[in-house]
């Protein structure tokens, strides 16, 4: 006596391909793109290494030229075997000249700090009216803002010299302080918006209930949230402020002379100054290298601020 038995059924649809060998070579297929990811990010990282070198190149043979002679110096082409020596060094700190760079240090750092607390003191309230309690038409602020920095300042530079010459303001740390608070201002309101746009609105009504003035929400709430986009601002201005060049050259001169004003000094007619330029950008540039070193965790958190939602 024979028994039947049903035939059995193929599974079909999505779960065939999850039984059985793989078909048509999906799986060798899904197992080479599971490796695609780190094999990219392998490539962008040495991509990013060879970038960052590249980069870095003109400043390390700043570095190395500004150990060596003029006369190793000014060889075509450079001797990278030169002696090295720390007469540029020497000539920068005035041992040889007779002239100190400590007065010009000490006017960029004092215009540059300045500047900075006064654009900071600025721009974060501007910011939380364009912001967190946007006022009418706020676009266009924000345009005008933004248009104040379309004109090169080369073409005010001879209204402001003719004005600072009107009312007594040459040669005056506190004039150069005004004119970078107004340089970096516009830059600073943009940032500052954008991160105070990223603070969360529970926490300004909840302090509104319990009684907190303006000034108490922009201490206590706003100020601990977005530090690290204040931070950020406060760096860049600080480095804009620094490296400004045209308007200390034009408007200042012997009391209020700034260090990128002293390093262009150094050039001369004779042509033999490589050296000491170098040695004096090199000096010059370490204390923006030392604030953004130790805002570095900070830089990087604000100007990622609101990146990722």
């Not at 006064?118 to 803002?145: C, E, G, Q």
């Not at 104040?148 to 009107?166: D, W």
């Not at 746009?197 to 302090?207: C, I, K, S």
């Amino acid at each position: 006596m024979s028994t039947l038995t049903a035939p059995q059924s193929t599974p079909s649809g999505p779960t065939a391909l999850n039984t059985g060998a793989p078909r048509h070579g999906f799986g060798k297929f899904r197992a080479k793109s599971r490796m695609d990811p780190t094999r990219n990010n392998t490539a962008a990282g040495i991509g990013a290494w060879l970038l960052a070198l590249l980069f870095a190149t003109p400043v390390l043979w700043m570095i190395l030229t500004s150990f060596h002679s003029e006369t190793d110096a000014a060889t075509n082409p450079p001797s990278i075997a030169a002696n090295l020596t720390l007469d540029a060094y020497r000539e920068f700190f005035g041992a040889s000249s007779g002239v100190s760079p400590w007065p010009p240090m000490i006017n960029s750092a004092t215009a540059s700090i300045l500047s900075t607390i006064l654009v900071l003191a600025l721009a974060i309230p501007a910011a939380y009216a364009l912001s967190i309690r946007p006022v009418k038409k706020w676009t266009d602020v924000m345009f005008f803002f933004l248009s104040t920095k379309m004109m090169p300042v080369v073409a005010a530079i001879l209204p402001l010299y003719l004005f600072a010459r009107t009312v007594g303001a040459l040669d005056n740390i506190w004039f150069l302080i005004l004119m970078y608070t107004s340089m970096n201002l516009p830059i600073a309101v943009w940032m500052m918006r954008s991160f105070l746009a990223e603070v969360p609105e529970e926490m300004l009504e909840a302090a509104q209930i319990d009684g907190a003035g303006l000034l108490l929400i922009l201490r206590k709430i706003i100020a601990p949230v977005a530090m690290p986009g204040i931070a950020a601002t406060a760096l860049i201005c600080f480095i804009f402020s620094w490296n400004e060049l045209l308007l200390a050259r034009v408007l200042t001169g012997v009391v209020a002379g700034t260090a990128p004003v002293f390093l262009t000094g150094f050039v001369s007619g004779q042509g033999l100054f490589l050296a000491k330029v170098c040695a004096a950008a090199v000096v010059i540039s370490l204390p923006v290298l030392f604030a953004g070193f130790a805002a570095q965790d900070k830089l990087v958190q604000g100007l990622s601020l609101g990146a990722v939602k």
